[in-house]
T-cell receptor, first 116, second 113 residues
Framework: DADVTQTPRNRITKTGKRIMLECSQTKGHDRMYWYRQDPGLGLQLIYY???????NKGEISDGYSVSRQAQAKFSLSLESAIPNQTALYFC???????????????FGDGTRLSIL | AQSVTQLDSQVPVFEEAPVELRCNYSSSVSVYLFWYVQYPNQGLQLLLKYLSGSTLVKGINGFEAEFNKSQTSFHLRKPSVHISDTAEYFC???????????FGTGTSLTVIP
């Protein structure tokens, strides 16, 4: 079983719909992240959470919201999807709590989201 | 503030030839450096990391990278590439706390038979 699991793997939906992408991890890590990947732009950080009660906006949080339901679960929502949110979305985790700069991030396999 | 620059967006190379993927970073504080690889339809996986000590770091699949503090670089190298090395490669930097971390925009390595 994967350490970081994203569901769904693929999703096609229409403009204006509400969408939730889910991420769960079995690594016991405190830190969790959501990224989107667009060709040529690399990874853009949407939100990150250093523990259940600590959630922070990343560089492109507009149009997105998150919920950290438990240490192991971190979901990303698009309240009203628009076509330019079509992208590949990744969840990641890392250990080390509040001093974890030396800890690498562990990624899920991604969710490919298409908004028509 | 930190940033990461991957100077080449695409690198084609023939099979069994050497390759170098370049990464430069800017930071006023001590950092940790990472290289990740992304194969098609997969998430990123850690190739190697520099935390401290020896400036030459060896990773998986025969890759290595050299930390050069004076040039603020962390270039990735492999002496002989294989078809299976075709992938996207990302350089990343983190401060000591992990509160600030940045990924480069990636380098697409294509190995030509």
């Amino acid at each position: 079983d994967a350490d970081v699991t994203q569901t769904p793997r693929n999703r096609i939906t229409k403009t204006g719909k509400r969408i939730m992408l889910e991420c769960s991890q079995t690594k016991g890590h405190d830190r969790m992240y959501w990224y989107r990947q667009d060709p040529g732009l690399g990874l853009q950080l949407i939100y990150y959470s250093f523990d259940v009660k600590d959630i922070n906006k990343g560089e492109i949080s507009d149009g997105y919201s998150v919920s950290r339901q438990a240490q192991a679960k971190f979901s990303l929502s698009l309240e009203s999807a628009i076509p330019n949110q079509t992208a590949l979305y990744f969840c990641a985790t890392s250990g080390g709590g509040r001093g974890g700069g030396n800890q690498p991030q562990h990624f899920g396999d991604g969710t490919r989201l298409s908004i028509l | 503030a930190q940033s990461v620059t991957q100077l080449d967006s695409q690198v084609p190379v023939f099979e069994e030839a050497p390759v170098e993927l370049r990464c430069n970073y800017s930071s006023s504080v001590s950092v940790y450096l990472f290289w990740y690889v992304q194969y098609p339809n997969q998430g990123l996986q850690l190739l190697l990391k520099y935390l401290s000590g020896s400036t030459l770091v060896k990773g998986i699949n025969g890759f290595e990278a050299e930390f050069n503090k004076s040039q603020t670089s962390f270039h990735l190298r492999k002496p002989s590439v294989h078809i299976s090395d075709t992938a996207e490669y990302f350089c990343a930097v983190s401060d000591r706390t992990g509160n600030q971390f940045y990924f480069g925009t990636g380098t697409s390595l294509t190995v030509i038979p």
